[in-house]
């Protein structure tokens, strides 16, 4: 049942180490956990590094020992006969005759069939004999139920998912994306002269103080925004998504610009501003447009026919005919701080057109962590 656990826990996503689950193994062993609650508490505290992986913990939890948890009834009907203890008729330990992983498998057994209270007995769930089930007995191993705890299971803890809010793998929330994107602020002093207090009032203490104003320029954000987002087909489905992350992206109003483009699949000889109204723009044009201090944010599934990536498109100058791919990297090569956002999962990417993008472009996914990866890429100088 443990083991099983400890791969649900990896399923999840919860990253256990070799060292945080021998830890726990050892906890139990030293009786650190003798009932679900109190796995529960040393459990999460043991293998989970931060709140965020509480969640995805619960989750396992639940999971694995739903089957485990006691029915409220039967809770109730043991709390009764276990209430008070006998007292220990010696010191002696005596070990169980079945394994440790055997412990649960047996306990359910016996509930199925115990109708009564038992003391100082060696098999049913008691108080003070050498059962390995209740408390205040001998058995040299068990599951000790009965002393005090919560009201609650730990599993129906586990089913409420408290923690949820705290994930950070999960879909995008405008809030999310605006606190994630405002990590792109690069503040220079660049803008209008003002007062520096703290300047001010360190040259005045070193001039015995008399009053020694000091000017500097404010502080203004240098970087320029500029997001390109997938349209249409295959991206129908993570519509709502895109326009979290566009809103955000303009509702911040932190950068020295923000412009928004959309193409479909891939940008080719044209940007659209308005796909509804037909309003565009020439993608040499905006290419020319680009600096040092513009980051680019590309939002899109990538996957499309090859011939839409590899095959030459377009009208016009032989600049303007141009395969897809030949455009991203001209992006690339004008604007190297860019990054690419993919609302498809990670597994879905073993793609001939994804993995072609990828090698252009730093690939992330669309979640909160994949949009700090992102930033953190766009941050990087260039």
């Given amino acids: 049942m443990f083991t099983a656990f400890l791969y649900r826990l990896r399923a999840e996503g919860v990253p256990v180490g070799t060292s945080e689950w ?12 003798t009932d679900l609650d109190g796995l529960y508490r040393l459990g999460r505290a043991l293998l989970c590094r931060t709140e965020a992986d509480y969640d995805a913990f619960d989750i396992a939890f639940a999971d694995t020992f739903r089957g485990a948890a006691l029915d409220p009834a039967v809770r109730e009907k ?23 992983a055997q412990l649960w ?5 016996r509930l199925a069939e115990q ?22 007995g001998r058995a040299a191993r068990g599951i000790r139920i009965g002393g005090p705890g919560g009201n609650r299971g730990a599993v129906q803890v586990a089913d409420e998912r408290q923690w949820a809010s705290y994930r950070t793998d999960t879909t995008l929330e405008t809030r999310d994306l605006t606190v994630a994107l405002k990590a792109l602020r690069k503040l220079q002093r660049e803008g209008d002269w003002a007062l520096d207090l703290p300047e001010t009032i360190d040259r005045t203490c070193q001039n015995a103080g008399d009053i020694d104003l000091a000017f500097a320029r404010e502080r203004t954000n240098q970087v320029r925004l500029v997001l390109f987002m997938d349209a249409g087909g295959s991206m129908a489905p ?16 932190a950068f020295a610009s923000f412009e928004a483009y959309f193409f479909h699949n891939c940008p080719y000889s044209w940007l659209w501003t308005d796909f509804e109204a037909g309003e565009r ?49 001209r992006f690339r090569r004008r604007c190297p701080a860019s990054a690419w956002l993919n609302p498809d999962p990670r597994r879905w990417w073993d793609h001939p057109t994804v993995s072609a ?12 962590d994949g949009l700090k990866d992102a930033v953190a890429a766009l941050r990087k100088p260039v």
Wanted: no cysteine.
């Fill in 78 to 100: 043991l709390e009764s006969w276990l209430a008070d203890a006998v007292e220990r008729s010696s010191d002696e330990l005596v070990d169980p005759a079945f394994s440790d």
């Fill in 22 to 33: 021998l830890a726990l193994l050892r906890g139990l062993a030293e009786g650190l956990a």
């Fill in 357 to 368: 993008v990828g090698q252009i472009f730093p690939m992330h996914e669309l979640s909160v």
């Fill in 115 to 136: 109708t009564e209270r038992h003391d100082g007995g060696n098999h049913w769930v008691g108080t003070g004999g050498t059962s390995p089930f209740g408390h205040s």
């Fill in 238 to 253: 993570h519509a709502e998504r895109v326009e979290q992350l566009f809103t955000a992206a303009d509702e911040v109003g």
């Fill in 105 to 109: 498998e047996e306990l359910l057994k």
């Fill in 281 to 329: 723009r020439p993608t040499a044009e905006v290419l020319a447009e680009l600096g040092p201090r513009h980051r680019l944010l590309f939002v899109g599934d990538a996957s499309m026919a090859p011939y839409e990536l590899f095959t030459t498109t377009g009208w016009g100058s032989e600049a303007d005919r141009a395969t897809g791919i030949e455009w991203l990297r």
